[in-house]
């Protein structure tokens, strides 16, 4: 009898495993429908950040040029990083990390502001915290435009060379960061405190993450086996810009006796492309799922 009974639950748990699969895959689906939709809101975002602006686009650049122009002022003659180029090394942390804000900035809100449009029309929800995402992947394509004379000029032409694993690390953190959208878009719903403590969240997040500083450093001051340097290594957003940076600036190591050395323009490393893709595939599931178990009563949580 304990082994039918086994036998009947194992049956059970597939069956409501493969239900949740094809449910998954519908809705996937019925998202792939809804393209012009996400595309007419992706327009709208655009459209309304700069309808007034005189200089468009070039004032998406201010924030990382003022940030670039402080950092580098303070890294390099105030407290200074031993590490070469420093303004190359922080705009090729900072602008992924500008992207991976805004958009989650943006998305919180995606779903309480749109309210009356979510009580009267049907439509996959999940479209409004990426629409977001997507207009703020425009901004980062079209700021890695701007800066990439500045960075092939500081660090060759191996940034050009090394542009397929730029976009390859790029893709990977837009599926990261579409799940954790969606998560704080559906969780800010229910707990609408979470807006508040959206700006405290993010910027210890910044700052656990190696923008401003290389990893290495850290692992060179305290050693490699330190909590801190053990605690860093477990933030996802520190392996995605690694492996962002590595193409766009270089690799940055502890070598024995030499202590911190910048390297030029490289692929990023197996393992480092590994947990960022791990990463990207559980947390955009996990959000995903968040948002759907949530979204049957957004209408009336509103």
Wanted: charged share 15%; hydrophobic share 55%.
């Amino acid at each position: 009898m304990s082994a039918d009974a086994g036998a009947a639950g194992s049956a059970d748990g597939a069956v409501r495993a493969g239900r949740r699969t094809r449910a998954g895959l519908g809705k996937l689906l019925e998202l792939w429908r809804a393209r012009e939709l996400l595309d007419q809101l992706v327009r709208k975002e655009l459209k309304v950040r700069y309808k007034s602006s005189a200089l468009g686009f070039l004032w998406s650049m201010l924030t990382p040029a003022l940030m670039t122009v402080v950092f580098a002022i303070v890294f390099t003659q105030v407290v200074p990083i031993p590490i070469d180029d420093f303004a190359a090394f922080f705009i090729a942390g900072y602008l992924l990390w500008q992207f991976f804000q805004n958009s989650c900035q943006g998305a919180i809100h995606s779903i309480v502001g749109n309210g009356d449009l979510v009580k009267k029309v049907y439509f996959p929800r999940e479209v409004l915290p990426l629409s977001h995402v997507i207009s703020q992947l425009i901004h980062l394509l079209l700021a890695l435009v701007v800066i990439s004379p500045f960075l092939v000029w500081t660090r060759g032409v191996g940034v050009l060379l090394h542009l397929p694993a730029t976009l390859l690390a790029i893709a990977l953190l837009t599926v990261f960061t579409a799940g954790v959208a969606m998560w704080f878009a559906a969780t800010n719903v229910v707990f609408r405190d979470l807006q508040e403590l959206f700006i405290v969240i993010f910027q210890v997040w910044f700052y656990a993450t190696p923008v401003l500083y290389p990893l290495a450093l850290v692992r060179d001051q305290l050693g490699d086996d330190s909590l801190l340097a053990t605690a860093l290594q477990l933030n996802p957003m520190a392996w995605f810009v690694e492996v962002f940076r590595s193409p766009m600036y270089g690799s940055v190591v502890n070598a024995a006796g030499d202590g911190i050395v910048s390297g030029g323009p490289t692929v990023p490393s197996l393992p480092a492309l590994g947990i960022a893709l791990l990463s990207a595939v559980v947390v955009f599931i996990a959000g995903y799922a968040a948002f759907l178990r949530r979204s049957g009563s957004f209408a009336k949580e509103i």
